[in-house]
């Protein structure tokens, strides 16, 4: 591992996280235990001499926020399979009339495919790890991309534990704990009661997808 990264140097760093000792610990408890598609697979970590490192696999497409439309103008699409070229009709400064085309199908299809990997891994984490697990910040960073723009859930830090499933596979029902998250993306319930669920994720989760529905891939 040194070797990898040049004797710990910041030119080979590729990301760094903003939580502290407690929380690292928190990602190599749980991510050597847990294995999923939709789920960053931990390879390595180092500890010692005031060092710390996680070692994850390689996700050459970085997370979803850095490919999020930086474009604020409000693109309204309309559906006409009968065009065979893409063209489109400039309203005003802040609003785009495009025809339906393959390259706009492609993008639906990306989009969908992040969605759907992204509610898999917390599916896995919220119904088949066990004990289960409660995120508390899912957001557009915390959700990485391979070279086939798979979504894999990542940074465990800030998770919690929940009480073992009961005799019937369910999830059980919260965990009392501070607040922690992202402002926006927080569910107003668990920022009220501080009690974390399943569905504290969901909501999460579902905020990413509405706020950050368009997203700047090229097919």
Request: aromatic residues 10%; glycine residues 8%.
């Amino acid at each position: 591992m040194a070797l990898a990264s040049n004797n710990v140097s910041e030119s080979a760093q590729i990301g760094q996280g903003g939580y502290g000792k407690r929380e690292f610990l928190t990602e190599i408890e749980l991510l050597s235990r847990l294995h999923h598609r939709n789920l960053v697979s931990l390879i390595g970590y180092c500890d010692q001499e005031g060092e710390q490192m996680l070692v994850y696999e390689y996700m050459s497409n970085g997370a979803l926020r850095n490919h999020l439309s930086v474009q604020r103008d409000l693109d309204i699409f309309i559906f006409n399979k009968k065009e065979k070229k893409g063209s489109a009709l400039t309203v005003s400064n802040n609003i785009t009339l495009l025809l339906f085309n393959h390259k706009f199908s492609c993008m639906i299809s990306m989009r969908l495919k992040i969605a759907l990997g992204s509610a898999k891994g917390l599916l896995y984490q919220h119904t088949e790890a066990n004990p289960p697990i409660f995120r508390r910040d899912v957001k557009a960073s915390n959700i990485l991309l391979d070279s086939r723009y798979t979504a894999k859930v990542a940074d465990f830090g800030p998770s919690r534990l929940a009480p073992v499933l009961d005799i019937e596979g369910n999830v059980p029902g919260h965990v009392s704990t501070v607040v922690k998250g992202t402002p926006g993306y927080l569910d107003p319930e668990y920022f009220l009661t501080y009690k974390l669920t399943d569905k504290s994720d969901v909501y999460s989760l579902g905020e990413n997808i509405i706020r950050h529905a368009w997203f700047d891939f090229s097919c």
